[in-house]
């Protein structure tokens, strides 16, 4: 990915390329934050050059309220303004920021997606990561697994199901539970947002009961265009009660029918061959 001039104010990335499309989103950008939050050109212009200023060593160029103001109503024509101003409002304050920096150039409309632009911009590390979009070949229905920790005699395990979809642009993660364990009936959704960090996804999910943290970091096959991920390793932290709150290995793995949710002894399944790789990996303690 090429990178811009020698500003830090960007992180060392590239997002903006000059194509049509960008100089759109850009002028709708401009435009929106003109019509709808009132912000004045004058006012736009003024926190550019403080947000340019506080990188001393940027080399961006200067733009006038003049032709500030002619751009938001005609469009940019030249690259390093459009570089600039597309910078500037999917990366500098939180009131200019129009255009998402992680969300492959989308607008962050709602609360939703100005959340996950807001840490993906600010927690995902540069270079040698994966991409947000490479969660599409993440986006199916698994059988989830995973020691139980409602019977801790190591002899006891839950499979849940573990979907992942795309909604409003986003890669939205849900766990379903269906669990009866010495007597106790128990049905609880996670619903939350998945994110990749470096060489892992981590996903954050919420319920009425319990706060969950995912962390995946192997994959079969790797995630990649046009390619479905089958099976998936990882830990699960989750945070419910006044603790402790170890951390649960877990496999997931892709079905295309009905996922038969419950909680179960091991020695049920012993013989059965397609639970063997599954059992060992996820009895182990970490």
């Known amino acids: 990915m090429t990178k811009i001039g020698q500003s830090s104010l960007d992180g060392g990335k590239m997002s903006y390329t000059g194509t049509e499309e960008e100089r759109k989103i850009l002028q709708e950008a401009m435009q929106e934050l003109h019509d709808k939050r009132g912000v004045t050109d004058g006012e736009v212009v003024a926190a550019l050059g403080r947000w340019i200023e506080s990188d001393p060593k940027s080399n961006w160029p200067q733009i006038s309220v003049r032709t500030y103001n002619r751009y938001r109503r005609e469009g940019v024509k030249y690259y390093s303004n459009g570089n600039l ?17 992680a969300l492959s150039g989308r607008r962050a409309f709602t609360d939703d997606q100005k959340f996950i632009d807001t840490l993906l911009t600010r927690f995902m590390p540069s270079g040698g990561s994966y991409e947000y979009s490479d969660i599409n070949s993440m986006s199916y229905t698994y059988e989830l697994y995973r020691r139980s920790w409602r019977v801790e005699d190591g002899n006891h395990f839950v499979r849940s199901l573990l979907r992942i979809e795309r909604e ?59 390619q479905a991920v089958m ?12 603790g402790p709150h170890p951390s649960f290995r877990i496999l997931a793995r892709r079905v295309t029918g009905s996922v038969d949710m419950g909680h179960y002894r091991v020695d049920k399944f012993y013989g059965d061959e397609s639970m063997i790789d599954i059992l060992n990996y996820i009895m182990e303690k970490n």
Not at 85 to 101: A, E, K, Q
Not at 231 to 239: C, T
Request: proline share 5%; glycine share 8%.
């Open 85 to 101: 101003l597309y910078t500037f409002l999917s990366r500098g304050p939180d009131r200019f920021r129009m255009i998402s920096s």
């Open 168 to 226: 409003g642009g986003l890669y939205r993660i849900t766990e379903v539970q269906k669990i009866n364990a010495r007597g106790y009936e128990f049905n609880e959704t996670d619903e939350g947002w998945i994110i990749p960090y470096k060489s892992n996804f981590v996903a954050i999910t919420n319920s009425k009961n319990c706060m969950k943290f995912f962390v995946f970091h192997q994959f079969f096959p790797l995630p990649a265009k046009d």
């Open 231 to 242: 099976e998936m390793r990882g830990n699960l932290i989750a945070v419910s009660g006044d």
